[in-house]
């Protein structure tokens, strides 16, 4: 089940750690043909952030699908818990 993203510090590193705790890292076996970037920008005066994802085709050497979003942040700046704000 996923858990709700809107939640105070304190559960925030509670879900972070049970997160963390089930991470696989494993090699790739075969070739990989598609990396995804992401990435958000946050203005320090305002409530507002922008969030990028890029589908990068590995073989045709160019973006698959780009999107942007601006949109309200519903988390504070914590250090350490970025991925509830980003």
């Known amino acids: 089940m996923l858990d709700?993203?809107?939640?105070?510090?304190e559960r925030?590193?509670?879900i972070q750690r049970e997160h963390a705790s089930r991470i696989l890292?494993?090699?790739i076996s075969q070739p990989v043909r598609y990396v995804a970037g992401l990435d958000v920008s946050l203005c320090r005066d305002s409530d507002r952030g922008w969030a990028a994802a890029v589908l990068?085709?590995?073989?045709?050497?160019e973006a698959g699908?780009?999107?942007?979003?601006r949109q309200k942040?519903?988390?504070?700046?914590?250090?350490g818990l970025l991925s509830f704000r980003e």
């Open 65 to 69: 699908e780009i999107h942007v979003l």
């Open 25 to 27: 890292i494993t090699p």
């Open 12 to 14: 925030a590193v509670e």
């Open 56 to 61: 990068w085709d590995i073989k045709l050497g």
């Open 4 to 9: 709700d993203w809107n939640v105070s510090t």
């Open 73 to 79: 942040m519903k988390f504070p700046y914590v250090p």
